[in-house]
């Protein structure tokens, strides 16, 4: 793990807006060169799965073992401290998937006036009680493509919404009232509580939205896409290896492991002290 990472840590206004919110963005977390390395193997995944004249959008599984541009993002050092600093040290990848949002046809109508709200992680949010019910997982998204304006299939959120689970009023005829679109430009990151209601809004631009997104949560919970990610291991390193789903120790490594299972802990002890690690 680059130890630069450390240098941009959750901050005090990002926790408050993730807390309040449910989420923040990071401006220029990835540099131009990446993003365009990034969408050059979205758009081969893209074309090797969708149809002459398909203009649907598209949400692609397990980028992350499509091509290894997308093992970049895995520690990328401007986001992965933050997600760190919100789940803690006991994590790893358990999703990753490209959302491809081409243009909509001209003249089209939707059937509906509300966009596709849902919360992650499916039946998280109906098997564990309580409200809210637990975080357990986040996301990062990287936008490759401009979002700057509305309506360029903008990423929708209703803020404060992961603190309730029932978000919606009961007249489904018109659109949320808070309804909030994130505007990001190429590079930006945005950090989300899983249970955000969030969705993709509708592109009526001419810009195909393309964003990536990988989701960490505890090692305990399942992966939540076929995570073909065994081809990294062998040259990975001890960390990547927990973040890649490793368990040097076996299942019991999962719920309850040992130091060898868990070398991220390890590290942050030796940069930040054993008193700034919870134990």
Request: some cysteine; hydrophobic content about 35%.
């Amino acid at each position: 793990m680059d130890a630069a990472c450390l240098n941009h840590r959750l901050t005090a206004g990002e926790r408050r807006e993730f807390d309040e919110r449910g989420c923040f963005v990071v401006r220029n977390a990835l540099p131009p060169d990446l993003v365009d390395r990034l969408e050059d193997a979205t758009d081969r995944l893209d074309a090797a799965n969708r149809s002459p004249g398909d203009t649907r959008p598209i949400n692609h599984l397990d980028c992350i073992g499509y091509d290894d541009a997308f093992l970049e993002l895995l520690d990328w050092p401007k986001t992965i401290a933050k997600v760190i600093d919100i789940l803690g040290w006991h994590i790893q990848l358990y999703h990753s998937h490209v959302m491809v949002s081409p243009p909509l046809p001209e003249g089209y109508r939707s059937k509906t006036r509300r966009i596709g709200w849902h919360q992650d992680s499916g039946r998280l949010n109906l098997d564990l009680e309580g409200n809210p019910r637990p975080r357990v997982s986040l996301k990062v998204g990287f936008f490759l493509t401009d979002t700057s304006e509305v309506g360029r299939g903008n990423f929708h959120y209703i803020p404060g919404s992961h603190l309730r689970e029932t978000a919606f009023p009961a007249d489904e005829s018109e659109e949320h009232p808070q309804a909030t679109p994130i505007c990001a430009a190429p590079g930006d990151a945005l950090l989300f509580d899983r249970r955000l209601w969030h969705a993709g809004g509708r592109n009526r631009s001419d810009v195909t939205r393309k964003v990536v997104f990988f989701g960490y949560s505890y090692r305990w919970l399942r992966p939540r896409d076929d995570m073909t990610v065994d081809r990294y291991l062998a040259d990975a390193d001890p960390i990547r290896r927990q973040l890649l789903g490793a368990s040097p120790t076996g299942g019991f490594g999962y719920t309850s492991p040992s130091e060898e299972d868990i070398p991220l802990r390890s590290w942050l002890v030796e940069h930040l002290g054993e008193e700034a690690v919870a134990p």
